[in-house]
DNA sequence: GATCGGTTGTGAACCGGTTCAGTGAACCGG
DNA sequence: CCGGTTCACTGAACCGGTTCACAACCGATC
């Protein structure tokens, strides 16, 4: 059998011109000296105004606007600049607080002109560090954590290398660039007050399952037996969404002892709390009293409607978003910014008074 | 005044390993190829598997183990390669399903070792370009898209560089790597087919405010005229959120000649009619009956449970992420992959026959 | 034994910025 | 007029990979 060999060979002369909008060429640093009859350094250091000239900045600030120049941010990245992007790592996206947190958070890092790699370590405390480690090498400016996780060396190194700034819980021994704190210890306090004050004296605390340092769970500790003098109150950790809080909830109250009243630490262990009274015909607040944490939009629709711990995502958000900013424009270890964000209970039909039980 | 100079000369001589965890060293591939006795560009290809013997390919492979050694992602992108980077792009993260539909996206991306740079347009179909372009140029190696705007020319541009896939609407003539459709024209009509089947006749639909291209809206309005034989239906834009459609549902309600069902084509504004009717004192289902789309895990909770179209974000996240991986591991324009989720109406206890007016 | 084709591996250029050391020119005080 | 600064800019190295063109080597074929 044959074998025929074909060869084409087409001269092609392409006018560069012909190809825009085909393939997109950027232009380069170097095009733009060239054009500018500069060097490349010169441009670099005019664009980001040092070491050169008024004059020469603005006509190199003029050639870049004509020849549409925009740095490559990978390039940058490379040669050790920055970025603007940067990491933004929660503990669980399941969480409806914080997917409303997620939302505020990319709402302030547009407004300052930052893009954000998202990591959710999708409520395994374990996995937090390694989704860490993994954006620092992504090279991003900076890292907004909302912390699940126990505070490890590996985060103090991390911060080490580029501003840390931590939302809710606190990373202790971090130091990290800045801290947006909510007052748990308050919040709960609060909140066990507000069932204290109802006449409610068996009450469970649904916590997230958080894999908290030492401190941190004493400080849970101090609040709650605080506030709970004169209360039998258990604390249960469980799981930070729907999903998970359900059959727990389920389990807990088909039982004829159980607690008049529920404080579970977020929004969403709540749902899960009203999903198992459905399931079980238990009423709400006659049966059982459910108080919330974060005040989620939707928590005022339910029926009834929830009561909640309010912690302001907007306010966190810009705090968080603004020490950022700050942070990475330092480019320095600097004091740790911090803000406390204080709690604010609203009281809504979720929670009432306790009914005497028959028996 | 004298001035004193003092200067300090201090002689030091830093072991190498005594800097380890203080400042972190990546190692490099010159530093592998040195270990290994071979060239840069040997263990390049050594660690992807090409042109080089198995032998070699082995001792590279146990090198990099041994001394720990993982490619910049940084370098490896400016170099042309991969990136493990897809941008995420929606129209609303206000939207509840969104926000569930990103979640899902991210567990699936975090299964295909691929991390998300997400940009959310915030309901303004005009950023939603210049948001895929910095994506771009970011260097992602794909794009997964949930489109609000119309397909326009730098859509095809876009996907002609890389891998897009889209999620719920087209984007018409864009030619993407894969879409995962959403049948809302059949949701749409069963939805109405069912409210039409429990009396209804004056029917608002709450659409989605998307500025769509004229097919979709075709599309979208035969839909509408063929379900609705014999139904006084209007279509009204509505914001892509709670807090957008409150206000106008209120409006809308507090008027005797009110439509008798709502049709929201999100479970968000749902969720804003809900609000709007406890505001004016309606009753669901007796006063106005509501429907919802997307079926929020939330949904089943309000009271009452809100009927909705299921989309099943776990499939659709599913379907996305694994017609962008084949896209991307393809390296080439491919035909388009096409998944189409059906709808599923749940009906629950927001819908209800209405009752006769008085007057 | 010369030629050929295929496999492995090398050297160097390249991606597109940043930055350091260095050079000339202008400037200043003595 | 001279030594010392400061200013504005340049050349070249560098970040850490990828890839192209080519060389060395091998066995098989004519």
Known sequence: MNRFTIICITACRVNPDSLRGIVKHRTTIRELAEYTGLSPAAVSYALRGKQVSAATERRVREAAEKLGYEADPIARALAGGATAVVGLLVGSLADFWTQELVRAVQRELYGAELSALVADADGEPARELELAQRLVDQRVDGLVVVPIGPASGGWASIARQLPVVTIGDELPGVAPAGEVVFDNELGVEQALQHLSGLGHRRITVLSWAVETSPERDAERAAALSAAALGLDCRVVPCAYSLNGSQPLAAEL???????????????????????????????????????????????????????????????????????????????????????VVAPVLAVRASTGPPTPRRG
Chains 1, 2 share one sequence.
């Open 253 to 339: 109250l088909d039982d004829p002892g159980r607690p008049t009243a529920v404080l579970c630490l977020s929004d969403s262990i709540a749902y899960g709390v009203y999903a198992a009274c459905a399931e079980l015909g238990l009423s709400i607040p006659g049966d059982v009293a459910v108080a919330g944490f974060g005040d989620h939009p939707i928590s005022r629709l339910l029926a009834p409607p929830l009561t909640s711990t309010v912690w302001d995502v907007e306010q966190a958000a810009e705090c968080a978003t603004s020490f950022l900013s700050q942070a990475i424009a330092a480019d320095g270890p600097q004091a740790t910014l911090r803000e």
